[in-house]
């Protein structure tokens, strides 16, 4: 039963640390996506990923985040320095995008930041 | 300005009724909309996906329609059960300059009592 992984699952850090957030995408899943989910805002798209490619990150605040995908198996996001407005859940989600554009989207479980 | 407005904001039901969750959009270019279910504390899992020639859209007991010349789809659950507690969303996305746009609704938290 193939599913989106997410490390790690909870993670409670000091102002101004660094946070790393990993997500392993359903194997063969072209199109990887960030989200964060708060109770205020609901859910936001950060950024998404195309083969690996970056083709939208219009969400992501770009001072202090920043989405990589090193390969094909990992795509991480990270927060340098994290303040107390990151703290949200913070959702990966990936899907295979076909030549007809539409697609299923599978979420993993979340990462619940904490910044104090 | 690209929005997604859904009603109620909270909903309680007995379990057994039927009830509609209402999404009413303003997002151009219009591309398909999505109903998601996220249990508390989980990751929000697919329910439909329709297109833009799409009306109705059925899975299992969640039946959604798209009306999308007023913009608006409802979510019409049947036959309630305990495990449809949990919030409903609405997405509805652009394809513009060569990528999707997703506009998010702020959900509609269903309870469902016995």
């Known amino acids: 039963d193939a599913r989106v992984t997410q490390t790690p699952r909870h993670k409670v850090t000091e102002m101004g640390q660094e946070v790393t957030m990993r997500c392993q995408p359903i194997l063969g899943h072209n199109t990887v996506f960030w989200y964060r989910q708060t109770m205020m805002q609901g859910l936001e798209l950060l950024a998404y990923f195309r083969n690996r490619a970056p083709l939208d990150d219009s969400g992501m605040p770009k001072d202090r985040f920043s989405a990589e995908m090193p390969d094909a198996t990992l795509a991480t996001l990270k927060i340098q320095p994290s303040e107390p407005r990151d703290s949200a859940v913070y959702f990966c989600?990936?899907?295979?995008?076909?030549?007809?554009?539409?697609?299923?989207?599978?979420f993993g479980p979340g990462t619940r930041l904490t910044v104090t | 300005k690209n929005q997604v407005e859904q009603s109620p904001q909270s909903l309680i039901i007995l379990e057994g009724k039927n009830c509609t969750l209402q999404c009413n959009y303003t997002v151009s270019p219009f591309s398909n909309l999505r109903w998601y279910k996220q249990d508390t504390g989980r990751g929000p899992v697919s329910l439909t996906i329709m297109t833009f020639s799409e009306n109705t859209k059925s899975n299992g007991r969640y039946t959604a329609t798209l009306d999308a010349d007023t913009k608006q789809s409802s979510l019409h659950i049947t036959a309630s059960q305990l495990s449809d507690s949990a919030s409903y969303i609405c997405?509805?996305?652009?394809?513009?300059?060569?990528?999707?746009?997703?506009?998010f609704g702020t959900g509609t938290r269903l309870k469902v009592l016995a």
């Open positions: 989600a990936s899907g295979l995008v076909r030549t007809s554009g539409t697609y299923e989207q599978y």
């Open positions: 997405v509805v996305s652009a394809f513009t300059t060569g990528t999707y746009k997703y506009i």
